[in-house]
């Protein structure tokens, strides 16, 4: 059967088969969410996986670790976006806390803060990440008569240390970064927004054990043992993260496989962004389409009354 791909317009790809006859018009809305709910199915599935795989116990919590869902989810996050990375991590955590007894409701609320707020980054929305970082951080350690600020603040520096990070020009740099042609410029790209990312959901999993756990005299005694423990944790997630994570991301633009809301972002330069996203020409997710057959063509689909204006 022949194949050839014709043209497009603001809303639809129009595709004939000129031996069958047949003219189909695909809404890329359509294609687009298609392809963002595989992709979500394939990582919330990962997600749960990587919730088997123990990486530091969780002190204080007899039975839980943090696991290898940590790092995924900042992956994530940078992969999907805000919401959709939010989203996969919220299902993906909720399904591993119901199959895995190790994996905890601190875990799943790092893990879904972990992964919005590195989506954040990744699209530039760093002022939102900030907000969330900072009322989190304040519910944190304020948290009534058990918070950090009542019983033991110096536990809070390295927190402090990484909204320094956030707020200043290497967090600025890092989102440019990720689209270097550099391998190690995308990995420090990686590596500032996980760490970023993680000790957002470092700080939310902490509330939500707060939360569980009210009693000062022993949590006077957990942040003291905390103080330099942490950090080094959130430091391996990190670097875990930009090891799997930078890689993984050159792969899938290189080979056209970002999921769409990646993709609409994701040009060579800030020109190529704004042209992609003004005049909506065809972006990576149709090149499947022309492996098919090599007879693209660029030119804006036109009404026979009237036409499109730019």
Same mark, same amino acid.
Request: some cysteine.
């Given at each position: ?42 990582? =919330? ?63 799943? =609320? ?83 927004? *996980? ?46 993260? =930009? ?10 633009? *290189? ?13 060579? *330069? =800030? ?34 009354? *009237?036409?499109?204006?730019?």
């Amino acid at each position: 059967m022949g194949f050839s791909y014709h043209a497009f317009y603001r809303k639809h790809v129009v595709i004939d088969f000129p031996n069958a006859q047949v003219t189909a018009r695909v809404p890329i809305k359509e294609i687009a969410e298609t392809k963002n709910v595989a992709f979500a199915a394939c990582f =919330a599935a990962l997600y749960v996986v990587c919730s088997f795989l123990p990486v530091f116990p969780i002190i204080g919590a007899v039975g839980k670790t943090i696991t290898g869902a940590t790092v995924m989810a900042v992956i994530i996050g940078v992969l999907f976006g805000p919401s959709l990375g939010a989203l996969i991590t919220l299902i993906g955590g909720i399904a591993a806390l119901s199959v895995n007894l190790a994996f905890s409701q601190f875990s799943l =609320a790092a893990g879904v803060f972990s992964a919005l707020c590195a989506g954040l980054l990744r699209i530039g929305r760093r002022s939102l990440c900030v907000t969330i970082y900072v009322v989190l951080f304040v519910l944190f350690s304020l948290y009534p008569f058990v918070g950090p600020f009542w019983l033991y603040p110096w536990v809070t520096w390295f927190q402090l240390a990484v909204l320094f990070i956030l707020v200043s020009p290497i967090q600025s740099v890092a989102i440019g970064d990720f689209y270097s042609k550099k391998g190690s410029r995308m990995f420090f790209a990686f590596f500032a927004t *996980s760490l970023t990312a993680t000790m957002v959901g470092q700080i939310a999993g902490s509330l939500v054990f707060e939360f569980f756990v009210a009693d000062a005299t022993f949590l006077l005694t957990y942040w003291v043992g905390l103080t330099f423990i942490y950090p080094v944790e959130r430091i391996i997630i990190a670097i875990a993260a =930009a090891a799997i994570g930078t890689p993984l991301w050159a792969a899938l633009r *290189s080979l056209k496989l970002l999921p769409s809301q990646v993709v609409l972002t994701a040009g060579e *330069s =800030a020109h190529e962004n704004t042209f992609i996203m003004r005049h909506h020409h065809v972006f990576r997710g149709i090149h499947a389409v022309s492996e098919l057959d090599r007879r693209v063509s660029y030119q804006h689909y036109r009404r026979s009354l *009237s036409s499109f204006a730019h």
